[in-house]
């Protein structure tokens, strides 16, 4: 009998102790917190487990090294990088929405690019597979679903051809989400061509909890740059449209944009960093290096990337401060919808001052759960002037967001937990008319394709659907 209660009084112990550990940590926010008191003292011995693997975005100590190292290393020519809010191009209404993508890039706004938006998926990957064949120097490139259909094996051989003619090529894709390349004959292929390829946060038991990391991290970045000097950021991962590991869901539809000019700097640097410290080589002075010459564009950009070691929220407050900045309108796009308390009361209270509010989300969603959660904000969002509407053309899963037709964001970033706390993103935020423009004029395309959500439709949901999908938002930051 003494046995039993000897482990009733040490699961006991540590119950409390994984409650206090709740408690003390200042870099989890409100919703969380409650969200995982909701889970330990409903669930005790699952909960205790789930929050030992899964509670705390922690890295391993060399990992943190490593990284800290990297950051902390001076970025040698700022002003090949920056210069857009200096020059006053930028309206000041805009400024503080690059001050805060310059607290997580270091130099703010980069002037000078040239933007273009690629007709559709296959269109992105037949524009990199020309920009990889007339490359002189290097080739970057950061995926974290990588598959083996035909567009991932166009972009197999183009960086093979590359490596031919002595372009170093880097690779670097997700443990998890390209699992099934880096097992295939193909990714044996690009090591045997010279390519240096990269497989990011490979779960690793360790002998230690300091030498492990929590192994639901995923690289989630989207980041191609070719000799320096060119750049695309967007949703897309490098796949069929078909997208043949989910087909229920199929096509995909995402968005990619191609930009040429100092920003590509920029995400040099957010690659460079990455593969510092998961590859072990320095590329700072590629990122730092000087663009040749001046190009005639009128798109003043800032790429940034965001992690589970970025400040905590810093992605949030990038959203926020876009809805912030609307005076006219905004409308998102965005597949996972699963939004942290600031993120939401900012969308409500963008409508309720009159500003058109748009918000684009799949009508099928491959995650019940986040659909779920979705959906549960819905009659919140619509008593406050927030229109919705439900995309019904495939997985919409381009990540948008366009401020009054002139400052856009794109890249791998969702409106949920795992990318705004936890997963590695990438995004350029960039203003122009005329590509901000072409952005807007797709989310219509997009818009064209959905029903508008009805209010009253809402109300009339079943009050069973309604507590399902209300206890989800309770655990929404656990996803």
């Known amino acids: 009998m003494w046995h039993h209660l000897l482990a009733l009084a040490l699961v006991l112990a540590v119950h409390v102790a994984v409650l ?9 926010s409100s919703d969380a917190r409650a969200a995982w008191f909701f889970v330990l003292i409903g669930f005790p011995i699952i909960g205790i487990v789930v929050y030992l693997f899964l509670g705390e975005p922690w890295m391993a100590r060399s990992f943190r090294r490593r990284a800290a190292t990297v950051w902390e290393q001076p970025i040698a020519n700022i002003s090949a990088m920056s210069g857009g809010m200096s020059s006053g191009l930028i309206p000041d209404r805009y400024r503080p929405v690059f001050e805060t993508c310059a607290s997580l890039n270091g130099c ?56 031919a003619r002595g372009v170093t ?11 099934d390349l880096i097992r295939s004959a193909y990714w044996a292929a690009m090591k045997q061509s010279g390519i240096k390829l990269c ?22 970045r989207k980041i191609v740059v070719v000799d320096n000097s060119v750049t695309y950021c967007g949703s897309q991962n490098c796949a ?52 040749p010459g001046e190009l005639e564009g009128d798109c003043a950009a800032a790429a940034f990337g965001t992690g589970p070691m970025s ?34 009361a900012s969308l409500m209270a963008s409508a309720r001052r009159k500003v058109t509010t748009i918000l684009i989300l799949p009508a099928r969603n491959d ?37 009054d037709g002139q400052l856009t964001l794109v890249g791998s970033a969702n409106m949920d937990f795992r990318s705004l706390y936890l997963n590695f ?21 997009y818009i064209s394709s959905s029903t508008q959500v009805d209010e009253q439709d809402v109300k009339k949901r079943p009050r069973l659907r309604r507590i399902y999908d209300n206890l989800l938002t309770i655990v929404g930051p656990v996803f």
């Open 108 to 163: 703010g706004a980069a002037i000078g690019n040239v933007a273009s938006l690629a007709a559709d998926s296959d269109a992105a990957i037949r524009d990199m597979v020309h920009d990889f064949d007339l490359a002189r120097e290097t080739i970057h490139v950061s995926f974290y679903i990588w598959l083996t259909d035909n567009n991932g094996r166009l972009v197999v051989e183009a960086l093979r051809r590359a490596a």
């Open 199 to 220: 497989v990011s946060l490979v779960s690793s038991l360790g002998v230690s909890l300091a030498s492990i990391s929590r192994p639901d991290l995923r690289n989630h």
């Open 311 to 344: 400040p905590k929220g810093s992605m949030s407050d990038v959203f926020v401060s876009l809805l912030q900045s609307a005076q006219q309108e905004v409308v998102i796009s965005t597949p996972y919808f699963v939004p942290d308390l600031q993120l939401l």
């Open 20 to 28: 206090c550990r709740v408690l003390l940590n200042d870099d989890m």
């Open 425 to 445: 993103e990438n995004n350029i935020l960039f203003y122009s008319d005329k590509n901000s423009g072409d952005v807007r004029a797709r989310q219509d395309i």
């Open 240 to 291: 069929d449209p078909e997208f043949r590991i989910k087909p229920r869901f199929a096509p995909w539809i995402d968005i990619m944009l191609r930009f040429e000019g100092p920003v590509a700097r920029q995400n040099q640097l957010v690659f460079a960093n990455d593969w510092a410290v998961e590859y072990g080589e320095d590329l700072s002075s590629l990122a730092s290096e000087p663009f």
């Open 367 to 403: 995650s019940h759960v986040v659909s779920a959660i979705s959906k549960a904000h819905y009659a919140r969002l619509l008593a406050s002037g927030v229109k919705i509407y439900e995309y019904h053309g495939g997985l919409l899963h381009a990540k948008t967001v366009v401020v």
């Open 169 to 179: 090529c880097r690779v670097v894709v997700d443990a998890f989400g390209s699992r």
